[in-house]
């Protein structure tokens, strides 16, 4: 998927031993042992993205804000727990406890507050990235000795999503919905998302996302689902006026951002059905031109649509292609949908029902 431009790193990063539950602010380039569970198996390497907003308020105090960041906190608890054996599991933090290191310890640290001042006064984007990792110097197939919570975040000036083309890669499965892994956001699910980006581009080189299907690969290609895209979720838009949001499961991401952007949707009168969608119900729809607009929705970029979608049969040969139609209601709808997510952040649009803007004075 597209990339992130003009991004400018904060100057020092958290770290947060959960044992004895050591909380310490460190450079922006603070190193992992070589000899780490986390460099040689990937054990305890899960994360989170989460966009807030750093403003100033009438009063000219300092304050950030997140929506909905408690179901991404929720998710890096998942996540975490997963890498930990169930003799950890007194570890894991709560919610309550990730925000109050996150907002009280680290983002009130005085070595960051100028460039959290910088961003208020230039109305950048924040992008927070915690993330897990063995911090001892270990070597053996074990469960993390040392877990910690790291964090660090950014400003950015766009995330450049639009125009993209889109792929369908049946033979890549991105998660096994038995070993529990695609609900959540680990480090082992995303080295999949990149060989399947890399087929895309055998397909068509200007391809910038894989679409996934399910894990069922037994089944008759036409009866597998659709899932969701390499590293985003996805929303299809038809004629009819309908929006169509696949249904989580275990093989799929819950995306803190579509549930937002459903909302937004459903208070501008878009009708938003849930439910699965086969493969070969989507390429009926592409063959059909029922299909006006298919869209990835993430935190970066909130919501991107695709201007071109390619599905392919099982020799890996375009079978139907998709080319969005701008002239179709819908895809206007899409972009006035994402600006209005963006403005929530800014307390320039109300909060739809079941969204939470979480405000802190720093």
């Known amino acids: 998927m597209a990339k992130f431009e003009g991004v400018k790193w904060a100057p020092r990063q958290m770290r947060y031993l959960l044992a004895d539950k050591q909380f310490d602010i460190v450079g922006s380039d ?28 009438a009063a000219g105090a300092l304050e950030v804000n997140f929506l909905n960041w408690h179901k991404n906190l929720e998710r890096l608890r998942r996540g975490l727990a997963f890498n930990l054996s169930r003799a950890q599991a007194a570890l894991v933090p709560g919610v309550e406890e990730l925000e109050s290191i996150l907002i009280h310890q680290y983002f009130r640290d005085p070595a960051i507050r100028p460039f959290l001042e910088d961003m208020a006064a230039r109305g950048l984007q924040g992008y927070l990235r915690p993330f897990t990792v063995d911090e001892e110097q270990s070597m053996g197939v074990t469960f993390p000795g040392q877990p910690a919570v790291r964090a660090i975040f950014c400003s950015y000036d766009n995330y450049l999503g639009e125009p993209f083309t889109g792929v ?58 659709v899932t969701e895209w390499d590293s985003s979720c996805c929303l299809f838009g038809l004629r009819d006026g309908t929006v169509i949001k696949i249904p989580e499961s275990e093989l799929i991401l819950p995306s803190v951002t579509i549930q937002g952007m459903v909302a937004i949707l459903q208070d501008m009168g878009t009708k938003v059905e849930e439910r699965h969608v086969s493969y070969g119900e989507l390429v009926g729809w592409v063959q059909a031109k029922e299909l006006v607009v298919a869209a990835s929705v993430g935190t970066a970029g909130i919501l991107n649509r695709c201007q071109k979608l390619i599905c392919v049969d099982e020799a890996n040969a375009a079978s139907a292609i998709h080319t969005v139609d701008p002239g179709h209601a819908l895809y206007a709808r899409l972009a006035e949908a994402k600006a209005y997510y963006w403005d929530i952040y800014r307390e320039k649009a109300k909060l739809p029902t079941g969204m939470n803007l979480y405000k802190y004075a720093l």
């Not at 040689?40 to 390497?45: G, H, T």
């Not at 055998?202 to 894990?215: G, H, N, R, T, Y």
């Open 30 to 57: 603070a190193k992992v042992f070589a000899v780490s569970r986390s460099v040689f198996y990937a054990s305890c390497l899960c994360f989170e993205g989460i966009r807030f907003f750093c403003r100033k308020s």
């Open 168 to 225: 369908v890669i049946p033979h890549l499965v991105r998660a096994v919905g038995a070993n529990g892994t695609g609900w959540l956001k680990l480090g082992i699910n995303y080295m999949i998302s990149l060989k399947a980006l890399e087929a895309a581009k055998d397909v068509d080189p200007q391809a910038a996302a894989a679409l996934f299907l399910d894990d069922q690969t037994q089944r008759p290609l036409a009866e597998r689902r």
